[in-house]
C-alpha cells in the first residue's frame, strides 16, 4: 500500500536558496549544480535554485546566476529564482532563469529590513516584473513573507494578505505563495488562511512555504494541502532561515514531508538517494540534520521498508 496523503500536492525543494542562506560554508556553482541535478534526477519536480539578493549581504547566493548559466533550459524549465525587484527579474532571465519568485512581507517592518522599501513600493515595482518575465517567456509567483506573523510587529492580520492577493498591481501572477516566515502557525490557522485565499481571491495556484520552528512544519504542511495548496516548500535536512528574520529557524525537511505524504514517484530506493544526498551535503556544510524521517530511516528497524539496508558482514 502507497498510504498516499490526499489531496495530492507536489514538493518543491529549497535547500539552494532558503536553506543555504544561513549556512556559514559556501557551496561552489558546481557543487550546487550537482546537487540541483540529483534531485531532478531522484524525481524531485520543482527547486528553488537561488536567489538575486545582494551577495555582499547573502554570500551563499552571490553565484546563483553562475548556476542558472550551467543548467540546461529542459532543468531550468523546473527551477525557480527568487527576485524582489524587476531588475532582478531581468538580470536571471539574461542568464537563462523562466521561473521568478517575486518576494516582499506582508509587514512592512519586515520588508524594510529583508528588501529595504515599503510593502506597498514592492507591489507597485510588481507590474513591471510581471511584463519581463513575461517577455522572457517565463512565469511569476506572488510570494508573501510573513504571512502569519512579523518577527518586528507580532501577529499580521488575514485581511492584509487577502488585501495584497486581491490587490491589481498582483495581476498576471500565476501563483501565490503563502509563508509562514518564522514557523509560528498552527494548522488550523494555515488551513484558515489557505482556505480564504483559495475561496476569496483570484484562482492561482496556492503554493504554502513553512518553517519548523516550533515543531509544526509537517503538520502545517498538511493542513495547507487539505485546504487547498497545491505545492509545498521543503529543504534537505530541515535546512534554512532567513537571516533578517529573528527566531526563524530551518524549513520543514523535504524528507519528512516526502514521508508523509508519499507523491508517486517516490519509493524506498528514491528515498534512500535523498537521505544519502542530504547527510552529504550537511556533512560538507557542518550542519546538523533535523529530519526525523532521515533519522528513522538510519533506525535498526530493518523490517520497515522505509528503513535504508545496512550492509552485511564482509567476511574478505
Known sequence: MSFAFEPRAELRDVTLRDGLQLTGALLSTKRKVAVA???LRLGVPALELGSMARGDLVPPMANTLDVVRALSPEELGKCWIWVAT?????KAAAAGAKNFQYCFSASDSHNQANIGRSTDASLAALPEAVRLAREAGGRIQLCIATSFTCPFEGAVPEERILAIAVDPRA???EDIVICDTLGQAVPAQVGGLIGRVRAETPAR???YHGHDTWGLGVANALAAIQAGAAMVDGA???LGGCPFAPGASGNT????ILFATRPEWLTPDTFAG???LSEKLLADLGESGRSKAAQGARST???????IPRPGPDFG
Open 236 to 238: 534537505l535536512g530541515g
Open 171 to 173: 495581476e498576471g501572477t
Open 301 to 307: 528497524a530493518q523490517a520497515f521498508e522505509w528503513v
Open 274 to 276: 535523498l537521505v544519502d
Open 86 to 90: 524587476p531588475g532582478h527579474v531581468a
Open 205 to 207: 495556484r496556492i503554493v
Open 253 to 256: 525537511a523535504t524528507e519528512d
Open 37 to 39: 541535478r540529483e534531485l
